[in-house]
């Protein structure tokens, strides 16, 4: 910023992200000045924040009476800091790649559910498994599938056993290395609806 000579960095920080953030739920990416850093001493510019009074529904709202495209403002929300969030543990390009495989099967085969978000997570931890008849020491996956409004609580989206089971086989069968794969039950609050 400071090389460009930018002066402002505009910003879709919205009212979740310092709820969260200030109560020391998650730490958020994009929250600085309600935690008491200056961006401006701190990294040389101001940041503008437009949405930051308003929730992910009120932004939804906001970005259909200015005739966005349907496309632009009813897709699931993705993290600040991308996969990363949904890689517990050490995040490196082999487990990310794997939690962007994962996340590509679960948003295919979840495409015609009706949800908030739909996201897998692959966990720190390792499972025994067994392929061929050997032990197989691989990856755990964890689904989450949110029924939500505003991102502030959320329900577990009541997903039909063979819907489950399908996903779980793909992911078991198509993600390098995955002997687990279990489903969140745990509503938010909670629980949240990214991993990290």
């Not at 979740?16 to 850093?37: P, S, Y």
């Not at 940041?47 to 200015?66: C, F, H, S, Y």
């Amino acid at each position: 910023m400071r090389e460009s000579g930018a002066k402002h960095l505009l910003q879709g920080t919205i009212l979740t992200d310092v709820d969260e953030t200030v109560a020391g739920i998650k730490r958020q990416h994009n929250v600085f000045e309600q935690l008491g850093i200056d961006p401006e001493q701190a990294f040389g510019y101001k940041i503008i924040e437009p949405l930051v009074q308003i929730r992910k529904d009120g932004v939804r709202r906001v970005a259909d009476a200015l005739g966005l495209p349907e496309s632009v403002w009813n897709r699931m929300p993705f993290p600040g800091p991308a996969l990363a969030a949904r890689v517990i543990g050490e995040v490196t390009p082999e487990r990310i790649e794997t939690v962007r495989f994962a996340t590509a099967i679960t948003e295919e085969e979840l495409a015609n559910v009706d949800a908030f978000l739909k996201l897998a997570i692959l966990h720190e931890d390792r499972v025994t498994g067994m392929r061929e008849g050997a032990r197989d020491f691989g990856l755990q996956l964890e689904l989450r599938c949110w029924d939500s409004v505003d991102a502030r609580e959320g329900t577990p989206t009541e997903l039909p056993w063979p819907t489950l089971r399908r996903l779980a086989d793909r992911l078991v069968n198509e993600v390098p290395g995955v002997v687990s794969v279990t489903y969140n039950l745990g509503t938010k609050p909670p629980s949240t609806m990214e991993a990290v």
